[in-house]
């Protein structure tokens, strides 16, 4: 039976921590995560390339010009001080990216050294994606991207739609899921989230401002809807084709 829809299911953030690391495994072994993004600046990387070995996954190269987070946090593996906030960090959102302006040549040598890593730590990514979405705030680095990723070989389609929301109302998660994958219509669509176990050092992720624990609950939610044996049934039935980054026949993006 031909299957309509196309759902590119992605798990974030591995090499985080290892509560993270332990998320993304559970959301493939257990659940339909079919793609997993991994930071090669993550301090966890090494826990992360224990836990994901041996799944039947494509890997990706979560390539990353941001630290969000108060704890854990990262400084560009480059050393390249204008990649650095005033914490001598990666910046900590947009906005802070923005007023950096770093050029081209020292994202890329940045994205590289990060490329690097994750493969000495036996990753062979076959994607590559963004943290934060980085390229929005500097657009103008897109097309160095774009050759980044053909010349290592990497898929890199920012341009794929992720499920369409709706509309709020008071729904769990899990149900908001269920109708949104119902409602989606032919075509290939994309869903990410970031799975994660309540774990002690995923209480301690938190923005400024923010109480421990809000991020840890909100991605233990994640890993919930992902694992949940109602939403496995219907990703793996019907009209639903899970796919995976490494089945797409475009290896860039088209914007």
Known sequence: MSRSVQLLTRADDAGLNAGTNEGVHRAAAHGVARNLSVLGIGPALADAAQRLSGLDVSFGFHACLNSEWLEPCWAPLSGDARLMDARGMLPSDWAALRLLNPPGRAVEEELSAQLRRLREHGFAPTYMDEHMLFSCALPDLRPMLVEFAR???????????????????????LSRFMRRIAAAAPGTWLEIVHPAIDSADMIAVRKKGQPSGVVAAGRAGDLRVFTDPRVMDVCTA???RLLRYDELAVTTCTL
Not at 151 to 173: F, H, I, K, N
């Open 151 to 173: 010349r290592e070989g990497l898929v890199y389609r920012m341009e794929l739609p992720c499920l369409p929301p709706l509309a709020a109302d008071s729904d769990d998660a």
């Open 238 to 240: 019907g009209n639903i």
